[in-house]
């Protein structure tokens, strides 16, 4: 009868998370960080629409909207 395997001592978060981003880079996948606005800051929210306003006023904002009706498949959100 074989042996049962010794079963391994527990890794730390850190280890496990130091193996798993071993992996992702021999797959060749490096780490990246992306910055967003936080939208549950009043301020930013109040930016974004006034920024958003300005947009939607400006005069080529129709001729905008008529090219992206016109080159957008709607069918594929069907």
Do not use: C, F
Not at 8 to 27: F, I
Not at 37 to 56: G, T
């Amino acid at each position: 009868m074989a042996p049962t395997p010794r079963k391994s001592k527990p890794r730390t978060p850190r280890e496990r998370m130091a193996a798993r981003r071993g992996r992702l880079r021999a797959q060749g996948l490096r780490p990246v960080q992306h910055w967003v606005p936080d939208l549950r800051n009043p301020k930013v929210l109040a930016q974004i629409r006034r920024e958003a306003k300005m947009i939607a006023q400006g005069p080529e904002n129709d001729a905008i909207d008529d090219w992206i009706e016109s080159v957008y498949d709607w069918e594929s959100w069907k």
